[in-house]
């Protein structure tokens, strides 16, 4: 029981001190505006999207304009988040027909 309640004292010191680093290195890169650009642009999520599907799932950039003006909700702003988009897109785009794949295109 002593070495549970030792081992559990170190946990919330190591959570403790990880919580002051988090808040020391905010306020370090805070005003740094490279530190937190994770945004992509609509090219670099199309040319991303492309290259890991395959060809049933590929997009175009009418494609992508259809999808963003059908999902708006999913864009609060100008990103296009890979992580973030590409498994709706999936989703839509395979809802699809090839008639209305190729209309977008």
């Given at each position: 029981?002593?070495?549970?309640?030792?081992?559990?004292?170190?946990?919330?010191a190591i959570f403790?001190?990880?919580g002051k680093l988090n808040k020391a290195l905010y306020a370090t890169f805070r005003h740094s505006s490279c530190f937190f650009n994770f945004m992509t642009s609509k090219e670099k999520f199309l040319e991303e999207h492309n290259s890991l599907s395959p060809v049933n799932l590929?997009?175009?950039?009418?494609?992508?304009?259809?999808?963003?003006?059908?999902k708006a909700s999913l864009f609060k702003d100008?990103?296009?988040?890979?992580?973030?988009?590409?498994?709706?897109?999936?989703l839509w785009v395979s809802t699809l027909s090839d008639s209305q794949k190729s209309e977008m295109s």
């Open positions: 029981m002593y070495n549970r309640v030792i081992n559990k004292g170190k946990k919330v403790r001190f990880l590929k997009a175009t950039i009418g494609m992508l304009n259809h999808f963003k003006r059908e100008r990103d296009w988040s890979i992580e973030k988009l590409r498994r709706p897109f999936i």
